[in-house]
């Protein structure tokens, strides 16, 4: 099995790059990556892991993306993570998801308020942040303080349909990014109805139109394999994926043992996706 989409301490995750890394090398895992939001700060610590483990790791991100109306989110892979282009972009990136992170936390409070709870401090709670701020870490520090008694109900509660209202990067800012940097880009969890496609594109014909607008843009592969898909999601993504000459890539999403989730080695990824990934590297 592979496993190519996780995040560490650099992003929403709870666990270091090293920790992730050996979590791969104690399930026998064949391809590792960690996609980071907006950051490759844990990448050189990731690779370097990843040699003194003998595990095999695929430089990635993830990467945020305005699409009608809101966000969706796009993987990058196998690409230069000194590109001076794409360091620039994530620069600016890093101040605007802090901008973002305040209006969250402001989200959230005026429903810890309507609720009759407390409210939380958004310059402690930034401060206490080592990588690229989010909801989940706004969602753990509600159940720290006992106001929800899981991740996923505090989420749910106060931040799952949260708007930005400053914008990211385009699909084509993106995607060329990506590509300038080497890399291949892949949407990552389209069928989630929580930050993926469908969100936006609530039935078969708008899925398709808003997949041949990405692929103008110079979209490469679709994460068909995610615990955030049915069955039935990933034949339609694969199928999708045939249809539009699409790769495959796919991961678990894994932020750490508090999101109740599946982890790496935990979900099937078939290893038969590997070869073409790497020959897009290879490629790129």
């Known amino acids: 099995m592979i496993d190519l989409h996780t ?3 650099h992003s929403d995750g709870t666990e270091t790059p090293t920790e992730l890394v050996q979590r791969a090398r104690d399930t026998r895992l064949t391809a590792f990556a960690i996609a980071d939001h907006d950051t490759v700060a844990g990448q050189e610590e990731a690779l370097a892991a990843g040699k003194k483990t003998g595990v095999r790791m695929i430089s990635a991100i993830e990467m945020t993306v305005d699409f009608y109306g809101g966000h969706i989110h796009v993987l990058g892979y196998g690409f230069d993570l000194h590109d001076a282009h794409l360091s620039a972009a994530l620069g600016k990136r890093a101040e605007e998801r802090r901008i973002q992170f305040y209006e969250k936390v402001s989200l959230a409070n005026d429903r810890l308020r309507a609720a009759g709870k407390g409210t939380l ?5 930034l401060d206490s942040i080592q990588g690229s701020p989010g909801r989940p870490h706004i969602a753990r520090a509600i159940v720290e303080r006992g106001w929800e008694p ?3 109900k505090a989420f749910d509660a106060y931040l799952l349909d949260y708007a930005p209202t400053s914008p990211a990067l385009s699909p084509s800012e993106a995607i060329g990014l990506i590509h300038r940097a080497g890399g291949f880009t892949s949407l990552a969890h389209p069928g989630s109805d929580e930050i993926g496609l469908r969100r936006c594109a609530k039935n078969k014909t708008e899925e398709r139109e808003a997949f041949a607008e990405l692929i103008a843009s110079g979209l490469d592969a679709v994460e068909a394999y995610t615990p955030a898909h049915s069955q039935l999601l990933i034949n339609n993504y694969l199928s999708l ?12 999403d ?14 099937e990824i078939p290893d038969s996706i590997l070869d073409h990934v790497l020959q897009a590297i290879n490629k790129g």
């Open 7 to 9: 995040h560490s301490i």
């Open 121 to 125: 401090d958004a310059d402690a709670l």
């Open 150 to 152: 899981t991740f996923r």
């Open 241 to 252: 994926a045939k249809d539009f000459n699409l790769l495959i890539t796919g991961g678990t």
């Open 254 to 267: 894994w932020h750490g043992p508090s999101f109740d989730a599946p982890a790496p080695g935990e979900f």
